[in-house]
């Protein structure tokens, strides 16, 4: 594993949270909401409570580990709303959250927000997430336009942590192979760089793979760097 977060060429700070622990097979992304103060506050307690939660758990049996993910994302969302709610200051505060747990020959992905994962695998590049954004429900039938705000864009938030006592949470469950790379991203990389330009740098230094998240990063700040940037590299290798 490998990890970096950058604030960017435009923010003031660094509303971005990340943690990784290869012993423990477990990455964390989160992306504090832009616009609304706390945005730090959000994604380092939502990076914290699920990785203490991860921690702190004596024994995860696979059957158990969609449940327990989804038990440690919700405690993370009410602990945001209850903070929030005790001090005025980070009323409304949110973040997006990827949690990936290795666990033997399986990757199990929690995903809430607009942050991604992506796989990959032989020279391809694949997203594994859906980005929980206006554009995409209305694409799928899952929101009315009527029922929006007329002043509410497509790139706008449907889930995110801190938003809702109620957070839908979508749980990947995936057996993995020797090769494959996880490439975990707030939206500042890919809204800056593109899909085939993150596929060809991951290529180019696939043998280096410490070097890929500042790689990744340089790449979005050349290019205005408008958002902060965090890029975690999970690299699946022979036992």
């Known amino acids: 594993m490998a990890g970096a977060t ?40 939502a990076v914290a409570h699920v990785r203490n939660a991860i921690k702190n758990s004596r024994l995860i049996r696979h059957e158990e580990v969609r449940p327990f ?45 607009d942050s991604r994962t992506y796989l990959y695998f032989n020279a391809k590049l694949w997203q594994i997430t859906l980005d ?3 554009q995409n429900f209305l694409e799928r ?16 938030l449907v889930r995110a942590l801190g938003l809702s006592v109620h957070c839908e949470i ?8 020797p090769g494959e790379i996880y490439l975990t991203a707030s939206d500042g990389l890919f809204d800056m760089v593109s899909d085939h330009e993150i596929c060809h740098l991951v290529k180019s230094y696939f043998n280096d793979l410490k070097k890929i998240p500042e790689i990744l990063i340089n ?10 940037i965090t890029v975690l590299i999970c690299k699946v290798v022979e036992d």
């Open 69 to 113: 993910m989804i038990n440690a994302v919700d405690n993370a969302n009410l602990a945001i709303i209850a903070r929030g709610e005790h001090d005025p200051t980070f009323a409304g505060m949110g973040t997006t959250l990827e949690s990936l747990l290795f666990l033997n020959d399986r990757l199990y992905l929690a995903h809430v927000g």
């Open 132 to 134: 929980h954004n206006v």
């Open 141 to 156: 039938g899952w929101l009315k336009s009527g029922s929006l705000p007329q002043d509410w864009k497509g790139q706008a």
């Open 170 to 177: 979508d749980v990947y469950h995936k057996v993995i192979k």
């Open 6 to 45: 950058n604030k960017g060429r435009t923010r003031k700070t660094n509303q971005d949270s990340i943690f990784y622990d290869q012993q423990m097979g477990v990455g964390i992304v989160a992306d504090g909401i832009g616009g609304r103060k706390g945005g730090e506050v959000a994604s380092s307690m």
């Open 219 to 228: 790449e979005a700040n050349r290019k205005g760097g408008r958002d902060n």
